[in-house]
């Protein structure tokens, strides 16, 4: 067999196989058997008939959005021989980084559950459940004393580590020369140029309309606007989610984005998620876990004081202590470079039989972890919807962000992409800030970790997140934060200092997205 | 022609006071040469009182309207948008038509209203119509939420009742008279909690009518999580949105002071309700705005000196249907947070710039039509003389659609008719 076909060949079954625990499945196989009564089913064609049912019922339209769903996270085919860690992470060394970095924050965690004498996780007296159960609405009124409880870990903290990632087998060389990377990290990964972004995101080109930009009070409405609305109108009721993803490149409507959105990501509610997210909330309410503390604690750190969305204070700590608890995410570190962090029973140290993951859902939030769901709460107002949207996005997306990895869209290649689209585009600039002491990577860090959430305006935000989702890539994050720079340019070149670099990057709430990047990517001279 | 204004104020904020300063205008007291004044209530009810009230030249403008306190006084205002009703309704204007249940379809923006103690009686009758309903009592005269309370049952203004059975021949002092209001108890929540729309409104004449709506108004959140229960009748902090109220609750924040921009609203209620519902929602409060300012027009001294500009409380229910609460003729100029201050000083900015053109010394005979230039923040929410010289445009404040809409655009079956009621 070609290559080729056997590289499909293995994806074919590796979907399949997903597929067949998917309550997808289970539904398909009883409409099939119900199908048998219909009078246009005959047994001498019952294949070509059941197929011909599904395709007109809809339910054909529903399994190609379930493959195309898991295709879209599906790892990169490999030699079927690779072990599974090649499925998380190929190369060694970043393997080895990540795990030594999982290391570090579960010391911390231990640590402070050892100072504070907090256990990791205790059952709640009937009293309590019956409480927490009342305010179960309003839990930002709660008040615990937090003062003692720390993040698990920062950015900033982060950035560290990847600035010291060395991949062993590549000599730089020490003399400088033309293609020295002057940036903070020095890892050899492939990123695109502007030429190869241009055509990665060829729908961003001058030419094409854009919601963030065509859609603006002084163009008339019929010149594109009204089209892209009833085109999207068109794709909603089709209910097809690559046909939608492809829709999303051009920017969404407000109005249709929740639907949209749910359709990209193949999130429907049926009662099972429903009953699910409840079985969740049933779990936050009967045992208190130490990271429901880091979760109090970010929420009132970050989202509350956010002009944004400190008012959907309340469905973050609904959505994110029902997320820590969920162990169907699990099943995202199968090609997630990290590994769920793994505790014992007390007092059965080192008993595999007695080991159990820690959070249950194996993620451990860190400083800014909530406003990862806090712009969602814009558009979906029932708990179990947020809820459901917001751990897809995780499994698809916001997890690269925050580990060690070689993957394209992996917070390491985002900032190498980041700092080569600086150097070599905005040379001045970079050899400038540079010698001033302020790497434009600290300042845009935490722009990039955080998928730019709590620093540009909330409509801003979700044109750029429809992209992430049109795309399916994170790239966007790393082209936006070079816009960013090359817009206040001229600003930044007369600055002396890290803290005054910082202070004219420091309030991005004004900037329109589409514009800059369109002109970073299509009307600068290359 | 090209002296400095000289300004006067009694009211000492920052937010006025620097924008006099940066046009460049000289301080002076008010028993000097003034230009332009910006006087408290109190000070506007000497300036055109009987006994001590002075005539203004051409050249003095303030901020305020003679009797401002026929829209601003929420007794007034009451009486004043039922008047109005009464006589749309006897000329047999469309715009006075009726439901089959009495309601008015496209006036009935004011939830129902009674004086106290003046119309006990009639408020009796109307309690026991629905005697589950929860009332708010408003002291007439006051502001900033003080003296407001919520009541439930008759005996709890019993008080009211017993000074009107007694008090025929005693003056009653307009300290205290109440309005007693139903109770919208279902507010559209959002995160759990009840809000309110402050928005501003400029009024530059009354006849004819020409207004300007400020595009930066704000919500109000309560930080308390909202609940309709009768246990928590007496907590201010889940009912009142005032922010003089919220800052003092426990869970006040001051760095967004509890406040959204209108446009946050706006993209909220368009990505979970959809655009049309929103679009709607939004003609529906101009629409009120300019409905409650015809309603005081003719009673209104349109003195030429004058200018005010309002704030508009306005609630909006969970069928998304904006009520409106109160007019203020002086919203507060105090900043909560540090975007609220950047927000007044741009408010002051803007109307200054409408109100006193290019900044120079006022002539008040002047036409009161600024170039588009100058809004600033503003746009026009309704030009009477412009409406009623151009016979095919409306040009009123218009949604981002492009579409000329009155509210009542997709409701009235003849368009013409839309476009002479909507003038």
Not at chain 1, 156 to 182: A, M, Q, W
Not at chain 1, 307 to 329: A, K, N
Not at chain 2, 184 to 198: C, E, M, S, V
Not at chain 2, 221 to 233: G, I, R
């Amino acid at each position: 067999m070609p290559p080729e076909e056997s590289d499909l060949s293995l994806i074919i079954a590796h979907v399949v196989q997903k597929l067949k625990g998917s309550s997808l499945y289970a539904q398909l196989e009883r409409q099939a058997w119900a199908s048998l009564q219909r009078p246009e089913i005959r047994l001498e064609s019952l294949k070509e008939d059941i197929k011909e049912f599904f395709k007109i019922s809809g339910w054909e339209k529903k399994l190609q959005n379930a493959v195309y769903s898991e295709l879209s996270v599906c790892p990169l085919p490999s030699h079927p021989a690779a072990p599974p860690e090649h499925l998380k992470e190929p190369l060694v060394y970043m393997r080895k980084a990540q795990g030594s970095w999982e290391k570090r924050i579960l010391k911390s965690l231990n640590s402070m559950c050892t100072e504070l004498s907090i256990p990791l996780a205790r059952k709640r007296p009937a009293l309590e459940q019956k409480e927490l159960l009342n305010k179960w609405n309003e839990m930002g009124t709660d008040e615990p004393d937090l003062s003692l409880f720390r993040p698990v870990y920062a950015p900033k903290d982060f950035l560290e580590v990847l600035i010291n990632l060395r991949n062993p087998n590549y000599e730089n060389g020490d003399s400088l020369g033309f293609r020295t990377h002057l940036g903070l990290i020095q890892v050899p990964l492939k990123v695109k140029d502007i030429p190869e972004l241009k055509e990665c995101f060829v729908e961003l080109g001058l030419t094409t309309g854009q919601l963030g930009i065509d859609d603006s009070t002084q163009v008339p409405p019929e010149l594109f606007e009204n089209e892209h609305v009833r085109i999207g109108q068109k794709v909603l009721v089709e209910q097809d989610s690559a046909a939608a993803q492809q829709y999303i490149r051009q920017g969404s409507p407000t109005a249709l984005r929740a639907e949209l959105w749910a359709l990209i990501l193949n999130v429907s509610s049926q009662p099972e998620d429903v009953l699910y997210y409840e079985q969740l909330k049933t779990n936050v309410i009967q045992h208190d876990l130490l990271v429901d503390s880091l979760i109090y604690k970010d929420v009132k750190l970050t989202a509350s004081n956010d002009d944004y969305y400190f008012v959907f204070e309340d469905y973050l700590y609904q959505v994110l202590l029902c997320f820590s608890r969920d162990t169907s995410v699990l099943g995202h570190f199968s090609y997630n470079s990290a590994s769920p962090p793994k505790s014992y029973i007390r007092g059965k140290l080192g008993l595999e039989e007695y080991a159990v993951f820690y959070p249950p859902n194996g993620v451990i939030p860190f400083h800014g972890f909530s406003m990862y769901v806090a712009p969602l709460c814009f558009l979906y107002h029932e708990p179990y919807k947020l809820y459901q949207i917001f751990r897809e996005m995780y499994v698809r997306f916001f997890f690269r962000l925050h580990s060690i990895s070689s993957h394209p869209s992996g917070i390491v290649s985002l900032c190498l992409l980041f700092e080569t689209l600086l150097q070599t585009y905005l040379p001045q600039l970079f050899y400038h800030l540079r010698e001033i002491g302020a790497q434009p990577l600290r300042i845009s860090f935490k722009w990039m970790v955080r998928a730019f959430s709590g620093y540009l305006a909330t409509d801003q935000l979700l044109l750029l997140w429809d992209r992430i989702l049109g795309y399916n890539s994170l790239e966007i994050l790393a082209v936006l934060a070079a816009a960013v720079f090359a817009f206040r340019a001229v600003n930044l070149m007369e600055v002396t200092s890290l803290a005054a670099a910082e202070a004219v990057l420091a309030d991005l709430s004004t900037l329109k997205v589409m514009p800059l990047l369109q002109i970073f990517l299509f009307a600068t001279v290359t | 022609m090209a002296g400095r204004v000289k300004w006067v104020t009694d009211i000492e904020k920052s937010v006025l006071i620097n924008n006099f300063e940066k046009r460049g205008w000289i301080q002076v007291t008010e028993n000097e040469d003034w230009n332009f004044y910006w006087m408290s209530v109190q000070t506007i009810r000497n300036v055109f009182s009987v006994e001590t009230g002075y005539r203004l030249s051409d050249d003095q403008i303030v901020n305020h309207f003679p009797n401002h306190y026929e829209l601003t006084r929420k007794d007034l205002m009451v009486k004043n948008i039922k008047r109005y009703r009464k006589e749309l309704e006897k000329e047999g204007s469309p715009l006075a038509e009726k439901d089959e249940n009495g309601k008015y379809l496209y006036l009935d923006f004011v939830p129902v209203t009674f004086m106290l103690p003046a119309d006990y009686n009639l408020f009796v009758e109307e309690f026991r119509k629905s005697p589950s309903s929860t009332w708010i009592m408003k002291p007439c005269g006051k502001a900033q939420g003080k003296g407001i309370f919520l009541i439930n049952k008759l005996s709890q203004i019993k008080k009211w009742s017993r000074d009107s059975k007694t008090s025929s021949f005693v003056s009653q002092s307009t300290k205290e008279a109440y309005v007693i209001s139903l109770y919208i108890n279902n507010p559209l929540l959002i995160g759990g909690r009840k809000f309110d729309l402050r928005l501003y409104v400029l009024v530059s004449t009354y006849r004819p009518l020409r207004c300007y709506m400020y595009k930066l108004g704000f919500c109000r959140f309560c930080t308390v999580k909202y609940t309709p229960s009768t246990s928590e009748l007496d907590n201010m902090f889940v009912h009142l949105t005032n922010v003089a109220i919220q800052k003092h609750g426990e869970d006040y924040n001051h760095i967004h002071g509890g406040k959204w921009t209108v446009s946050n609203l706006r993209l909220y209620l368009e990505s979970t309700r959809g655009r049309e519902v929103t679009s709607k929602l939004f003609d529906e409060i101009h629409w009120i705005i300019v409905q409650s300012l015809k309603a005081v027009a003719p009673v209104m001294n349109n003195d030429k000196h004058c200018f005010e500009c309002y704030g508009y409380d306005i609630i909006i229910d969970d069928k998304l249907k904006p009520w409106l609460i109160e007019v203020n003729a002086s919203p507060s100029l105090t900043s909560s947070t540090a975007n609220d201050r950047i927000l007044k000083y741009n408010l002051i900015n803007d109307t200054l710039n409408i109100a006193v053109p290019n900044g120079e010394i006022p002539d008040c005979k002047w036409n009161k039509s600024p170039p588009k230039e100058v809004l600033g923040n503003y746009e026009i929410l309704y030009d009477e003389e412009l409406a009623q010289g151009d016979g095919t445009a409306d040009r009123e404040l218009r949604g981002r659609q492009g579409q000329p809409q009155g509210p009542k655009g997709s409701r009235l079956r003849d368009s013409r008719t839309i476009l002479n009621t909507w003038k």
